[in-house]
């Protein structure tokens, strides 16, 4: 961890950030295994070999999977 990325905030910062990310999509917050789902899957394919970025895709609803980035 990057002792740079830290800083102190409060409940409230917290969860302003946390809706923020929630509504971009292909955020990690919009998968649907729920983060305890997806950290399982992740492990498992790294174990198992399997393609990371496939995992993660198949925790994607269509609409995360399938809108184009924007930039």
Do not use: F, K
Request: hydrophobic share 40%; glycine share 10%; charged share 25%.
């Amino acid at each position: 961890m990057n002792p740079a990325h830290c800083r102190a905030g409060t409940a409230a910062t917290n969860r302003a950030e946390y809706q923020a990310r929630a509504g971009t999509p292909g955020s990690p917050l919009n998968d649907i295994r729920g983060a305890r789902g997806r950290a399982e899957a992740l492990r498992a394919a790294a174990r198992s070999g399997v393609d990371l970025d496939a995992a993660i895709d198949a925790g994607l609803s269509p609409l995360d999977r399938d809108q184009p980035e924007l930039w």
